[in-house]
């Protein structure tokens, strides 16, 4: 049985047992979202008409007050009946789409850390800076991880992943058994994570903070940022516990190369290392730039690195609509 789901004048077909963003995403209907697991609160909206069960939306995110005003998370709620939704699907958005692709490469590149090169039967239409959720084989649970991708690199998708010990994911699987040929369930792309349209990018500069394999997602965006505006300044910062978590140094020396504005900077937090910086990636930010007034920035990574980014970027005059985070928390860490 199914429900009608009016989202800016459109209505969308939604299974009882579908939430009502996968719906809406899956028609190429945009509704803001990051985590995808209701605790980032970023898919909430006002229901307007009908009913909605809220399912495992967590009260922390979601609060009894806000269900009595008609709230919810768009991606736990299911429709109890048809339903009118305020607030979102204002643009067009690439489709969610479920995938099978075919593990190409499967390769060690840090201190637990790998690298997963997953091919595609056909294109994938994304934002650099999204991300997937895989399926783990024999055990139904969902893991995400960010795409290092441009939106041109669409039918071979790279993954970093940070093994966890005794996670589903990685040390039962990603770290197991996985193995070039092997093929794998997916869905995507999902998140906001992403930079705005080409034509509303003014090329102002940009830094960059990924923590661990955060990394990810800012490898996509650097490089299309620097191919839309080639002389642009970009910063990014990679921070780690010690160097045998660094990875793809080559790649980074190369874009510094290519593009006099770039510039990587590891930054070592528990093992120092002659020649890198020791410290935290966002008090190297603070230490470098003394103004980031008329600059973005994206960070990425623990959550706790994201808000002492948040608070750096401030205290050097950032504008806080410029200021960006992957906001989701990796299922993996969570066991």
């Not at 080559?250 to 510039?263: I, M, V, Y």
Request: glycine share 12%; proline share 7%; hydrophobic share 40%.
């Amino acid at each position: 049985m199914g429900f009608a789901v009016t989202v800016g004048g459109r209505r969308v077909e939604c299974d009882a047992d579908q939430s009502l963003l996968d719906a809406c995403l899956r028609a190429g209907l945009w509704m803001p979202n990051s985590c995808n697991q209701g605790t980032c609160g970023t898919c909430k909206l006002q229901v307007v008409g009908g009913e909605v069960d809220h399912r495992d939306s967590p009260f922390d995110t979601l609060t009894a007050e806000e269900r009595a005003a008609g709230m919810a998370l768009a991606c736990q709620a299911r429709p109890v009946s048809d339903v009118e939704v305020g607030g979102a699907g204002d643009r067009a958005t690439h489709p969610l789409r479920d995938l099978t692709a075919t593990v190409l490469e499967v390769a060690d590149i840090a201190r637990d850390t790998r690298r997963v090169l997953l091919g595609l039967p056909e294109p994938l239409a994304f934002s650099a800076g999204q991300y997937v959720e895989l399926v783990v084989p024999g055990s139904g649970a969902r893991r995400q991880y960010s795409l290092a991708n441009t939106a041109d690199e669409d039918k071979v998708l790279e993954l970093h992943v940070r093994r966890v010990p005794g996670g589903v994911a990685t040390d039962g699987w990603l770290f197991g058994g996985l193995a070039v040929g092997d093929e794998v369930e997916a869905t995507g792309p999902l998140g906001d994570f992403h930079l705005p349209p080409e034509s509303d990018d003014d090329g102002g500069p940009m830094v960059l903070v990924g923590g661990g394999t955060g990394l990810a997602p800012l490898v996509g965006i650097a490089r299309t940022a620097l191919a839309r505006h080639p002389s642009r300044e970009v910063l990014l910062y990679h921070g780690v516990r010690g160097a045998a978590d660094l990875y793809d140094l080559d790649r980074f020396a190369e874009l510094a190369e290519e593009h006099a504005g770039f510039r990587f900077v590891p930054v070592l937090s528990e093992e120092p290392a002659a020649g890198r910086r020791s410290g935290f990636p966002t008090d190297a930010f603070v230490e470098d730039v003394p103004s980031a007034r008329g600059w973005s920035g994206w960070l990425s990574g623990p959550p706790a690195m994201v808000e002492a980014g948040v608070k750096a970027f401030k205290r050097r005059r950032m504008a806080p609509r410029h200021i960006h985070r992957e906001k989701f928390t990796p299922a993996d860490a969570l066991g």
